[in-house]
Nanobody
């Protein structure tokens, strides 16, 4: 199983980035997909989630600014991040979860830095 994130980088406050997570080795449509982030000295937190049925949910801190989407034909999940703030700076991780079989997979993470 592989989850490979891409799209991170350095962006100025107010800017945008689009993260992508390409998966292999799983039946993608069976998994809920999530984006987490972890800032230095802080616990990993759930940022956005999308179910197998395409229902979405977001952390309060990113509502209205981030959008999660999935493409089951391409086995990918994306996170569009707009109006970025310095407090969004973190390593962002892709997660694939299938509760009924206790599967929980992680990518290696991609760094997002929001700074002027």
């Amino acid at each position: 199983v592989q989850l490979v994130e891409s799209g991170g980088g350095l962006v100025q406050p107010g800017g945008s980035l689009r993260l992508s997570c390409a998966t292999s080795g799983i039946i993608f449509g069976f998994y809920a997909m999530n984006w987490y982030r972890q800032a230095p000295g802080k616990q990993r937190e759930l940022v956005a989630a999308i179910t197998r049925g395409f229902s979405t949910s977001y952390a309060d801190s990113v509502k209205g600014r981030f959008t999660i989407s999935r493409d089951d034909a391409k086995n990918t999940v994306n996170l569009q991040m707009n109006s970025l703030k310095p407090e969004d700076t973190a390593v962002y991780y892709c997660n694939a979860r299938r509760v009924e079989v206790n599967h929980n997979y992680w990518g290696q993470g991609t760094q997002v830095t929001v700074s002027s």
